[in-house]
């Protein structure tokens, strides 16, 4: 056989595709899930509803080709939508549609990085970001958040940019800390990208789910310098079905449409479809009201059993986004690999499944992020539960 | 700003995408089509009406993310269509599902090939393989196939292997000229990757659109030298969805399946749930021979057209795929771009719109790629009226 690329070859499985073959591997039996990063409820009836007539009704174009960048109207429904919830006031030809959030990603490094590039992410910080850094030929450059509540470390990125970066990049909300910028920090962070002539990627694909406080958006500060980019998998909750977006400067926003067209032609039609009616029906607010209710709820309801049955774990209550980020370095130390090697004894000794802290960065040993979207409120105690019994019976 | 990649900036718009946006310009004007590379069929009512059912009642599954490489089921169905249509024998973990087939050669090129490779193509070749050589660092190499039938020209595609290409990419059923490769051409093909072991990779997207003669798989000459990719944009008939696919040696599906998970995350599910229905659901074979039997029909009017109105024009009867590769010359001459101009005179003096020569390789001017799948019969006749007229009326 020949050879493959050794680039692509060597990249680490994400760990969460790791942990579905671990999960498969397992069998039928009961998992308490709280690794996925996914939403627990489905789209609105009305917007599939919508859906279904159109393609039985609309002859050939639902199955047909769109725009490298996606359809206008959905393209036009984005840009209002984050000017309706407190974005930028972008134009449409200033947004893309991509084949989900990790595509936006993947675009705005390889579009806007050039190889040799640094990189700068604010440890703990999503898993897929170095590989992603690394698949564009750039590197990554850590500085570090402290809990419990994972504040930006705002002198460590000065001094990082300072030292000379490409990029900066990092999720608001935060995964895996749910961390919310405030509007200081988003500040720095855009004048950082101006006065160094960088780029600021903003990856917001949780921006919707807020509980409390509000989602301020650092392009509003550096139009010139900041890229947004986000996703529809956890609002209205399609993840499979691939749709992301980008917003930003038009000469940016062109070398990722290149991106997207030479990667994948156009993103998804189904999803760009279903996008465009749910975001300009008046019922998105209903039903955002409803999903920021119930997760709220559930966020709660997986903090009040931590409190009860994990008492020594360490957290603060994220004010969005998906996920608490535990610590529980009381119960397993802070060892190398320690949480690593936890999580598969919860999985397979107690039933639950969550995510290591090692895979956030690389001074995470002993934390865990569980996440509270996905499972009822029920199922996320009796989580909560296995997850205390493996925490006592774990053998450091 | 802050630059962009010169890469992906540099890369031109493929020039179905610059016609679509011509045609929009164009606006409600009527225009025949003869340029889209798009089926005119609906894929069949019982696989969309399945669909609609599932994504009603399935809970959250039909919205959730798969396996990056695809869902189990829905690549046993592609490991056995391939096999039930005179393919190889594959097993599921040696085929892999992509966002496209547009996906599934940019996977391949980024996956198994290198910075600094040379990629041999066959001149006339779709449009979109160079710039993808180009995307993943490498250059491409041409030598000439010739009218009226486009035969593989064996004895240059020797001599250029032998001078040292790293992979061989071509398309088969051809795109734009329908060529089908005989037994002996992809026996050829296969022992001369082998000898040189080197990746051949066909791009089979139109490898069930065959009207005379049988496909050949070059992958059972040479399995562990040649990836097959494809795609169910025309068959059954969702460009637009995404869908793609390869089958080939383990360790390349693997490389392939990382490009996929790290540009795109996992194929769109969607697209994955109808195509594992529709592949495995008895009623496809009926299917296939409708829209087998609608094509050559179309095709044969095509045709007829052509030799009434415009008689000067040189071409084969395509054995398989979407497109009829006219020469022109006669009308035309063979000028650099001048059938560039031709096509924009065309479309906009006669409302037709078609794709100019020399897209397809550096020696195809006085050439033009004609769809006889989108539009239907009469539409195709009217189109070819209009085509004449142009040709009648153009000033070299």
Known sequence: MPRVNELWHRLPESPTRALDRLLEALGRRDIVNLAAGRPGLRPPDWVLEWLADRLASGGLEPFGYTPSGGLMEAREAVAEDIWETGGPRVSWEEVILTAG?????????????????????VEPTWFSYEPLIRSAGMEPVFVTAEPPDYRLPEEAVKEAVESGVSMILLADPDNPTGRLLTEGEARLLAELAVDHDIWLIVDEPYR??????SKVYPARYAPDHVVGVGAF????????????????????????????????????????????????????????????LEYRKRRDTLLKALAELAPEAGYSKPPAGMFVYADVSRYTGR????????????????????????????RQAGRLRLTFTYEPGERL??????LATALNSFKI
């Open 101 to 121: 959030g990790q595509s936006s990603v993947a675009a705005a490094l390889h579009a806007l990085g050039r190889a040799g590039g640094r990189v700068l992410l």
């Open 208 to 213: 919707t789910l807020v509980y409390e406080g």
């Open 233 to 292: 998998s956890k609002d209205p909750g399609i993840p499979g079905w691939r749709l992301g977006y980008a917003y930003g400067p038009p000469e940016a926003i062109k070398a990722m449409e290149r991106f997207v067209e030479y990667t994948v032609y156009c993103p998804p039609r189904p999803a760009q479809e279903l996008v465009a009616m749910y975001l300009r029906d008046p019922r998105k607010r209903e039903f955002r009201r409803m999903f920021q």
């Open 335 to 362: 060892g190398r690999g320690v949480t690593v090697r936890f999580a598969e004894h919860a999985l397979r000794s107690a039933g639950v499944a969550v995510i290591p802290g090692e895979f956030f960065g690389p």
């Open 381 to 386: 105690v009796e989580g909560v539960r296995r």
